[in-house]
Nanobody
Framework: QVQLIETGGGLVQAGGSLRLSCAAS????????MGWFRQAPGKEREFVGA????????YYADSMKGRFTISRDTTKNTVYLQINTLKPEDTAVYYC????????????????????????WGQGTQVTVSS
């Protein structure tokens, strides 16, 4: 049984930083991308970015480039999302997800960026940024 468990959310002041963690278990993730999404109240879930499990390449939505950094530690089966210079508009539930890329691995052309291309999801962790 695949499990993705996010931790690290909380209440922070604008300008601060957070590192979210996603502990993965239950299968091997070769040729999978580990993605981060977020969903603010009343809005659709949006893609933040993803990292190739095998190749340690990360990809970001254009609007997320700069303040968000995704990394992973395969020895701990854990993926991280570092968020710097937090803004009130970053307030959302942040989700970790795993999605298959292709038999050739995860590259810019094959990394999934849409929610329906991710088959495994965590329960989410709330991030609230106060102004």
């Amino acid at each position: 049984q695949v499990q993705l468990i996010e931790t690290g959310g909380g209440l922070v002041q604008a300008g601060g930083s957070l590192r979210l963690s996603c502990a993965a278990s239950g299968r091997t993730f070769n040729n999978y991308a580990m993605g981060w999404f977020r969903q603010a109240p009343g809005k659709e879930r949006e893609f933040v970015g993803a990292i190739s499990w095998n190749l340690d390449y990360s990809y970001y939505a254009d609007s997320m480039k700069g303040r968000f950094t995704i990394s992973r530690d395969t020895t701990k089966n854990t993926v991280y999302l570092q968020i710097n210079t937090l803004k009130p508009e970053d307030t959302a539930v942040y989700y970790c997800a795993a999605g298959y890329c292709s038999g050739y691995g995860c590259y810019d052309a094959t990394v999934p960026r849409m929610t329906e291309h991710y088959g495994y999801w965590g329960q989410g962790t709330q991030v609230t940024v106060s102004s």
